[in-house]
Nanobody, 122 residues
Framework: QVQLVESGGGLVQAGGSLRLSCAAS????????MGWFRQAPGKEREFVAG??????NTWYADSVKGRFTVSRDNAKVYLQMNSLKFEDTAAYYC?????????????????WGQGTQVTVSS
């Protein structure tokens, strides 16, 4: 398994921006498709964005398309969040899967970070 640690969450006003980071260690990072998920209180964990092993392919939930951008380098995956809305408030998690293609299903991911809280004030 790969160990994941998120950072970059915080409190921001609606319309603002945040950049989340997820540092990976323990295994060869480039072997993993990476995903970002979020979970608001009382709701199920939902897919936000995913990125392929090479970084050449990305996928987004419709709710964040055009506002969020996922990227990666040799040791981290990032989530740039622009035009934040109140409904983006949630705990955000990065996750890693050894599946070949991007997947949006949480149970496909074997490694998870501890989460970082994003709160958007209206």
């Amino acid at each position: 398994q790969v160990q994941l640690v998120e950072s970059g969450g915080g409190l921001v006003q609606a319309g603002g921006s945040l950049r989340l980071s997820c540092a990976a260690s323990g295994r060869t990072f480039s072997n993993y498709v990476m995903g970002w998920f979020r979970q608001a209180p009382g709701k199920e964990r939902e897919f936000v964005a995913g990125i392929s092993r090479s970084g050449g392919n990305t996928w987004y939930a419709d709710s964040v398309k055009g506002r969020f951008t996922v990227s990666r380098d040799n040791a981290k995956v990032y989530l740039q969040m622009n035009s934040l809305k109140f409904e983006d408030t949630a705990a955000y998690y990065c996750a890693a899967t050894d599946r070949v293609r991007i997947t949006t299903i949480p149970r496909d991911f074997g490694s998870w970070g501890q989460g970082t809280q994003v709160t958007v004030s209206s």
